[in-house]
């Protein structure tokens, strides 16, 4: 049995994170920290809650014994926080600051959603903070990081991004006549989460085929949470 835990469990990504570690007979706790308490009643669904994010380090280093695996699926948008320096503070400082707390707390696989154009040496706020993210959390030493690098997410999110809303729209109206029409360049909310998954729990089994540090494009997204993924 496998003890977890989640932070960004609300959002688009992590919510399906979170429903398929709950679906899972293998998976005895799920851990959440975040601003506002998941809508799932599972037993097996520990929550977390305080609208100060300082204090989310802390709440994850009180977990006891500590998660085999965490998955971060955080983050915000420019327009949400209000500013890049802002947006930074989430999807940068926060993450890094939570992901550091799992390794010293014992957390033996970190799982980390990130973005198909995470760069740490581009010019472009987004890509580069996203880059230096997986840089940084590559250094820490995790018995196994796995770093999850979807193309444009499908799904309908709760926060309003119009410029992203059509092009959703587009890739739902295009998957319609076949995943192979939009799977190089946009994936469904929940085969990113289940893919997650799946390389989470595989990671912790360990094995000659997991590398230490494992990054997971597009393609491999799909065979891990469509392809080949078994509940």
Known sequence: MTSTAVVGSTGLVGSHILSTLLSLPSISSVHTISRRTPPNTDTKLHSLVDQDNTQWAPKLSSI????????????????????????????????????????????????????????????????????????????????HTVILRPGLIVGDRTESRP???????????????????????????????????????????????VPKVWEIGQGEVVKLGRTEWKA
Do not use: C
């Open 64 to 143: 006891t014994p500590p998660p085999s695996i965490f998955f971060s699926a955080l983050g915000t948008t420019k327009g949400a926080a209000g500013s890049v320096a802002a947006q930074r503070l989430i999807d940068y400082d926060l993450n890094l600051s939570l992901a550091q707390t799992a390794k010293s707390s014992g957390v033996k696989v970190y799982v980390l959603i990130s973005t198909s154009g995470a760069n740490s040496k581009s010019m472009i706020p987004y890509p580069k903070m996203k880059g230096e993210l997986e840089d940084k959390v590559k250094e820490l030493g995790f018995e």
């Open 163 to 209: 410029a992203e809303w059509v092009i959703r729209k587009i890739a739902g109206g295009m998957g319609m006549l076949g995943h192979g029409f939009v799977d190089f360049w946009a994936q469904d909310k929940d085969v990113i989460a289940k893919a997650a998954v799946a390389a989470g729990m595989k990671a912790l089994e360990g094995g000659e085929g």
